[in-house]
């Protein structure tokens, strides 16, 4: 691995974990307490951030130790730990919605934003994680932008009032455009222009899926933003969200339909 590269993985590494790091935070933070939860925030960041290191590690080709049992050991040891404190801190009260919103914060953060660590390690790896993150981001910009100005009819009203079905259009749009633009540069084409616009349609269409599933989550906390991090944005779950599900949808879309 040549010096680009390495910090490209070390940059898409430290992305991942403090982005997760903020997120799990913000997810299950004060917000979700005015909805009568309590998680356990300090156990859920401590465990979120180590399966992703141990992850990283494991699909590190000098790296033996079998990821997949390590993983089943920290959940079981996670569960065990969080029945114990909900016992000898807080007693029966809420236990179920407790312990499960923590692990749910686990799961949909750290566990999706690993796919961007099994991204890098598929051929061509660098240029596939920068495609997918560049193709997620500028649809879920362009999405936002031509979406309010020129947007009349509602997506999804209940889930998400101000999305529109023309600002997904464009989402779309841009997606495509730039997962056309990356198949025309012979020094990062990493496929066909035919694949090139269908890959920009799938994890453009994943990525605002996770938009919305986004704000599901912020509805039923009612609250507007996800934090207030990022000035104009958001939270900074409001900034990452449409990635939660594209890496995963464009990693199974690499190996189901075989686009490289």
């Not at 990283?56 to 040891?77: C, G, M, P, T």
């Not at 919605?97 to 061509?124: C, D, E, M, Q, W």
Request: hydrophobic share 55%; aromatic share 14%; proline share 2%.
């Amino acid at each position: 691995m040549n010096t680009l590269q390495t910090r490209v993985v070390l940059g898409v590494i430290m992305f991942a974990a403090f982005f997760g790091v903020l997120s799990l935070d913000s997810i299950i933070g004060t917000d979700i307490e005015k909805n009568g939860f309590s998680p356990f925030r300090i156990s859920g960041i401590v465990i979120g951030v180590w399966l992703f290191v141990v992850y990283w590690l494991s699909v590190r080709k000098n790296f033996s130790v079998d990821y997949h049992f390590i993983r089943q050991e920290i959940f079981v040891a996670l569960i065990f730990w969080l029945l114990l404190i909900q016992a000898f801190t807080r007693g029966t009260k809420d236990a179920v919605k407790n312990i499960s919103v923590t692990i749910f914060g686990i799961l949909y953060i750290f566990f999706l934003l690993s796919f961007a660590v099994t991204l890098r390690y598929l051929p061509n790896g660098v240029c596939m994680l920068i495609m997918v993150l560049l193709v997620s981001k500028f649809g879920d910009i362009g999405g936002y932008l031509l979406g309010r100005k020129y947007g009349k009819h509602k997506l999804a009203k209940v889930i998400s009032p101000n999305k529109t079905i023309e600002g997904a259009c464009f989402s779309l749009l841009f997606s495509v455009l730039i997962a056309v633009i990356f198949s025309l540069i012979p020094a990062i084409r990493v496929f066909s222009l035919k694949w090139a616009i269908v890959f920009g349609i799938i994890v453009g269409f994943s990525a605002l899926l996770g938009d919305l599933a986004e704000s599901l989550l912020k509805r039923d906390s009612n609250v507007k933003d996800a934090g207030n991090l990022v000035p104009a944005f958001g939270g900074i779950l409001d900034v990452i969200d449409c990635l939660l599900i594209s890496m995963p949808v464009a990693y199974y879309s690499l190996k189901i339909f075989k686009f490289i």
